[in-house]
């Protein structure tokens, strides 16, 4: 089945810089790629989603490059707000099948 | 976006009796709902997956006796933690897509405590 790698696990930033997160996937035949962010205690939110027939998505501070030769795709948040201190999962969809492949998540903090 | 609910948030029971909880997309058919559990500091572990009308499908070493997950309606499905015990405190979350989408969208998260 699909494996989904996750890197780093943690990462700090001063308020104001970029934050980029990394995830690799396995199986070729993934085609939908969405991005979750968890506050302590609350829901998953999806925030960004791609699918594998375009290489990059955009939304304000928000971005998800996708390459699938490689097999990886990453998340990136420019001008970071202490809000933005959340867990972030991101998560591969096999195109024959139903469920999500989680990535293990990248606990964010951004430093005021 | 589309809106699931979930309830309870919180239940603290004791250990031997049976706790449900139920999932409800509020605002959209869900074709395909889904149960994870999730431990502290850590990701999303998929339980089952069930389609409406269907038997749930369960994810490897998920017991189905002990977690019945039903899916009677488009809107509903819930599961039940059958004769719980203190290892199976956890936090339960739901997640519903609609049909033609790949989109979940996730309930706000059961916090089940078994005494």
């Known amino acids: 089945g699909e494996n989904v790698e996750q890197h780093p696990s943690t990462l700090s930033v001063q308020e104001g810089d970029s934050a980029v997160i990394k995830c690799t996937y396995s199986?070729?035949?993934?085609?939908?790629f969405p991005w979750y962010k968890q506050e302590l205690g609350k829901r998953p939110q999806l925030i960004i989603d791609i699918r594998s027939n375009v290489g990059e998505k955009k939304d304000q501070r928000i971005a998800v490059t996708l390459n699938k030769t490689a097999k990886h795709f990453s998340l990136h948040i420019t001008e970071t707000q202490p809000e933005d201190s959340a867990v972030y999962f991101c998560a591969a969809k096999v195109n024959t099948g139903n469920q999500f492949y989680f990535g293990t998540g990248t606990s964010l903090t951004v430093i005021p | 976006g589309a809106v699931v609910s979930q309830h309870p948030s919180r239940v603290i029971c004791k250990s031997g009796t049976s706790v449900k909880i139920e999932c409800r997309s509020l605002?959209?058919?869900?074709?395909?709902m889904f149960w994870y559990r999730q431990f502290p500091k850590q990701s999303l572990m998929l339980m089952a997956t069930s389609n409406e009308g269907s038997k749930a499908t369960y994810e490897q070493g998920v017991e189905k006796d002990k977690f019945l997950i039903n899916h009677a309606s488009l809107t509903l499905s819930t599961l039940t933690v059958t004769s719980a015990h203190p290892e199976d405190s956890s936090f339960y979350i739901c997640?519903?897509?609609?049909?033609?989408?790949?989109?979940?969208?996730f309930g706000p998260g059961t916090r089940l405590t078994v005494l």
């Open positions: 605002d959209f058919q869900a074709t395909t």
């Open positions: 199986d070729s035949a993934s085609n939908y």
């Open positions: 997640s519903a897509r609609g049909a033609g989408t790949d989109t979940q969208y």
